[in-house]
């Protein structure tokens, strides 16, 4: 069973159309959550960390938030620039504290 | 600038030929990772490395295995490369605290590899 479950796999919004995506997450202790973007070919770009319930970042059109078993990526007002794919991974409280397990992502297209 | 480095971007090979993917990394972090990233399944751990010397698999080991000399350096070595291992590969790498290694990992630019 994945730890980690993001959806929609795919979200096509006109550009303007705010919306939000989901990061649901299954893990005992959790250390952190991390939303990254990732455009085609390239390495994923960190966006945010977020450690505990009710906790909210925010960079330009983008706020994330988080609940004891969910993240949500909102996109408030997306503009054509925004379209990548969104990546959530968690960190586990564990002795070594390091492993990352990723989401599968969702693909976001931002339409004019 | 902060940068992490990986070569080469694309990579043809044949079966069973030994091949390496260098990565660099200019930031003085202690942890760097290999991950691939597969259609339908995601980035998936290869191996890490906690600081010079110390390396340990991840979640996808076989097959792979990973050096740590320096402090900047992390390569990826495939000793026989076989057509499942075609992939897209990426180094990370990371500082670490108090409380370990955070999860604000700076990654490459990728390694397209493509194993005949």
């Known amino acids: 069973e994945d730890q980690v479950t993001q959806s929609p796999e795919a979200l096509r919004l006109q550009e303007g159309e705010s919306s939000s995506l989901n990061c649901s997450y299954t893990?005992?202790?959790?250390?952190?959550l991390f939303w990254y973007r990732q455009d085609p070919g390239k390495g994923p770009e960190f966006l945010f960390t977020l450690y505990s319930a009710g906790e909210e970042k925010e960079k330009e059109r983008l706020k994330a938030t988080l609940t004891k078993k969910e993240s949500f990526l909102h996109i408030t007002a997306p503009k054509p620039e925004d379209s990548a794919t969104y990546l959530c991974a968690v960190q586990e409280v564990s002795d070594s504290g390091y492993a990352l397990n990723f989401g599968k992502g969702t693909s976001l297209l931002v339409t004019p | 600038e902060a940068q992490v480095t990986q070569n080469p971007r694309y990579l043809i090979t044949v079966t069973g030929k030994k091949l390496t993917v260098t990565c660099s990394q200019n930031?003085?972090?202690?942890?760097m990772s290999w991950y691939r990233q597969d259609p339908g399944l995601g980035l998936r751990q290869i191996y890490y490395?906690?600081?010079?010397?110390?390396?340990d698999k991840g979640d996808v080991p076989e097959g792979y295995k990973v050096s740590r000399k320096e402090k900047r350096n992390f390569p990826l070595i495939l000793e026989s490369p076989s057509p499942n291992q075609t992939s897209l590969y990426f180094c990370?790498?990371?500082?670490?605290?108090?409380?370990?290694?955070?999860?604000?990992?700076?990654f490459g630019e990728g390694s397209r590899l493509t194993v005949l």
């Open positions: 930031m003085n972090h202690e942890y």
């Open positions: 990370a790498s990371s500082s670490t605290g108090l409380l370990g290694v955070t999860g604000e990992l700076f």
């Open positions: 490395s906690m600081n010079v010397e110390a390396t």
């Open positions: 893990v005992s202790g959790l250390r952190g």
